[in-house]
């Protein structure tokens, strides 16, 4: 019995850790000594209990699977030769900082490391004999997340990003299969905690953008004194003109004031608050974003605005000149990461340029990649790009510093200049936007990044258009548990002429069935919620109202396979960020047609 | 007297425009440095209103131009700021050669005197 724990443990664990060689020079040799030739597994079975063994992966619950267990009835050097071994490796399994599981294919914990133990262990009790799923996520069930699916099915390693909620922390989890006989007999499993690298990758991206916001700051404040130039300047005309005025002493010569001017002059007054309006929208809108709101964007106007603003917030010496080529295509972007973009590059451009007096390049334009782009950036895929390029003509980055350019916390500024963080930051959104960025620079002549991203087909159109969404009338129950989500997305289902029944909970979307008051088209549910997931809530419901469809947002962490949403009643997925459009159009595509307008 | 007004802004070129003309004056725009330089060495105003910071050619390098071409011209540089303040780059309009400064919101009846004042003296 035992000595299948020992199977896995010597052809797994020795290639996970990195002890492959301990395996093939150390113990292989001294296990060859005890073949006996009646098993086919890697390691020949020892002992009796081994040959009766109902499960390769079979665990004794009873009793601690320790080296001693292994150490058999054998010569006594080859048993101390073997239970050195053992001994080595059980120390080096120990000693791995990441918790290491080795799980059957029920997924219940055979062997865990002290990691393990010390992460998963609830009161000092042993974690043996557990399943995974109890210990990581407090459920019965498996993790909706969980690899072992794919791995047993693709008989590889995963690699996966998971948030244990549970728990409180967030892995990078490695799951590996343990193969013997041809035959997936259990996994590997290790959990690298990356919570604080995902705190401190948030806490970075905030930084980024305070300093974004702070940049813009300059322009918008001259934005809004002409505004207010505007609106100040009319009002006193009209003040100056009205008849109400005549008695005071002012310099104009003109004739009395007429309907039509007075009108002119509201209308002026009018004009510039609608500019006042959108300019506080325009800072919202980048203040508030804090999710990757991707969309098909036109790219465009989001550099040319924010190239009319960055060019009031630099010192007048430094001029910006601005290339925007025609008829550029579009994206698939955020358009608020976009302006994060090309902000802090002009702002290091503009800081890299000496007593402020120097030129900054900004341009946009279309190619085709070919030979000579692929030879150039390695990362490039051939295809068609919108290129974003800013040069300026600053003292120039040294080579050495060129290659740590992209890492996260590498400065070159002095503090109170600045986070630093900038262009790790602007790295990762570029990446994430399947992009890619490029530097170039030369020493006393400046600096060129060139940003790739790739340019959607002609067919896509703009997002932007909510009139243009499919529309209906039906009745949706729609759960999340961020009340502003809830609150964003009933408004905007609604604009499109849905009844909506807003569900903070999935407590609260239950009720509305239980109580049986309304009559419900449609369920779209968040997956990751309190209490309850998505999934599970779909499970209920369906069980009451078979025939409901179902919409289930998840994140993409959280990988739900087909056959556990189809059994949960789940008849389509949508990625989070939720896309608007395509969530009307997954609503009109489940929901049976009706006349609606377009 | 012949005004030209040099501004990015729409908003402000109509109502600079609206309050000079009332003043009694004749009123040429320009959009930017570049081409109230132009519209200058065309028609040759006594005065010039300009912003300072404006795409194609700044107010600063524009007011550089104009006294250096015609030495006798007035000229009011008005700034709605940026990063630094509008206090930074009026004072440096004044060095280069501005007869006056004003900072964007303005008061359009002390400009209109400005203006009057400063043709009076020319």
């Not at chain 1, 490695?174 to 705190?199: M, R």
Request: charged share 25%; proline share 5%; with cysteine.
């Amino acid at each position: 019995m035992n000595t299948s724990l020992m199977t896995i443990i010597f052809c797994l664990l020795a290639g996970y850790v990195g002890l492959a060689l301990l395996y093939f020079i150390s113990i292989r040799p001294r296990l060859r000594c005890l073949q006996n030739g009646q098993s086919k597994s890697p390691i020949p079975a020892c002992s009796s209990d081994a040959v009766d063994a109902p499960s390769p992966l079979a665990v004794d619950h009873g009793g601690e699977a320790s080296p001693q267990a292994y150490a058999l009835a054998e010569p006594a050097t080859s048993h101390l030769a073997l239970q050195r071994s053992l001994d080595e490796w059980w120390h080096t399994f120990d000693a791995v900082i990441d918790p290491i599981l080795i799980l059957d294919t029920d997924l219940t914990i055979v062997k865990g490391n002290r990691a393990a133990l010390q992460l998963l262990s609830v009161n000092g009790s042993g974690i043996e004999g557990k399943k995974c799923h109890q210990l990581f996520a407090g459920s019965d069930t498996p993790c909706l997340m969980c690899l072992v699916q794919k791995v047993c099915c693709e008989r590889k390693p995963h690699l996966q990003e998971i948030t244990h909620r549970y728990i409180g922390r967030t892995f990078s989890v490695s799951c590996a299969p343990i193969i013997n006989d041809d035959k997936v007999v259990g996994f590997v499993h290790s959990a690298k905690d990356i919570s604080l690298q995902c705190n401190l990758e948030k806490r970075l991206v905030h930084a980024s953008k305070l300093e974004a916001i702070s940049t813009l700051a300059g322009g918008i404040a001259h934005d809004f004194n002409n505004i207010l130039g505007a609106i100040l300047g009319n009002a006193d005309l009209l003040l100056y003109r009205l008849p109400i005025q005549e008695k005071e002493e002012h310099p104009f010569v003109g004739p009395p004031i007429t309907y039509e001017e007075i009108a002119e002059h509201v209308q002026a007054i009018k004009r510039a608050g609608n500019r006042a309006k959108a300019l506080v929208g325009q800072i919202l809108a980048f203040s508030r974003q804090t999710t990757n709101q991707r969309r098909n964007l036109l790219i465009a106007p989001v550099v040319k605005e924010v190239c009319r603003l960055l060019r009031a917030s630099f010192p007048a010496t430094i001029e910006l000149k601005v290339s925007v080529a025609q008829d550029i295509g579009m994206i698939y972007a955020d358009p608020g990461q976009i302006q994060q973009v090309l902000m802090n590059l002009c702002t290091n451009a503009a800081q890299a340029i000496e007593n402020d007096i120097g030129v900054i390049e900004v341009s946009l334009r279309e190619i085709e990649t070919g030979k000579a782009e692929q030879l150039r950036y390695n990362d490039l895929v051939p295809g068609k790009y919108v290129v974003l390029t800013v040069q300026d003509t600053g003292k120039g980055i040294p080579p050495k510093t060129l290659e740590r350019i992209f890492d996260p916390f590498f400065t070159t500024r002095e503090v109170g200049e600045g986070t630093g963080m900038g262009l790790a930051v602007l790295h990762g959104i570029i990446v994430s936007h399947d992009g890619v960025i490029d530097v170039k620079s030369e020493m006393g002549k400046g600096t060129v990044f060139t940003v790739f991203f790739p340019r959607l087909p002609e067919a896509a159109g703009e997002d932007d258009e909510i009139v243009l969404m499919p529309r209906g009338t039906e009745t949706i129950l729609f759960v999340d548990d961020e009340e502003d989500i809830v609150k964003m997305r009933t408004r905007m289902l609604s604009y499109l002429g849905y009844r909506l029944l807003p569900a903070t909970s999935p407590e609260q979307a239950l009720s509305y069935f239980t109580k049986g008051h309304e009559h419900i088209d449609l369920l779209i549910t968040d997956h990751t919620m309190p209490r309850m997931t998505g999934l599970q809530l779909a499970t209920r419901i369906s069980a009451m109202k078979p025939d409901l469809p179902i919409i289930l947002c998840s994140g993409y962490s959280e990988a739900i396979t087909p056959e556990e949403a189809k059994k949960a009643g789940v008849r389509r997925f949508l990625a989070k960020p939720v896309d608007m459009r395509l969530l009307a159009i997954a609503i009109r595509e489940i929901l049976p047609n009706q006349d609606r307008g377009e | 007297m012949r005004i030209l007004i040099i501004d990015d802004d729409e908003q402000i070129r109509i109502l600079l425009r609206q309050v000079m003309e009332w003043a009694g004056h004749e009123v040429i725009e320009a959009a930017d440095g570049r081409e109230g330089m132009h519209q200058q060495r065309k028609q040759e105003a006594d005065l010039v209103i300009t912003d300072l910071i404006m795409p194609e050619q700044e107010g600063l390098e524009t007011i550089t131009l104009l006294k250096r071409e015609y030495p006798l011209i007035k000229i009011i540089a008005i700034s709605g700021g940026g990063r630094i303040g509008p206090d930074a780059y009026l004072p440096a309009a004044q060095e280069l050669g501005a007869d006056r400064v004003f900072s964007k919101p303005f008061d359009v009846r002390e400009l209109a005197t400005t203006v009057k004042e400063l043709l009076a003296n020319g």
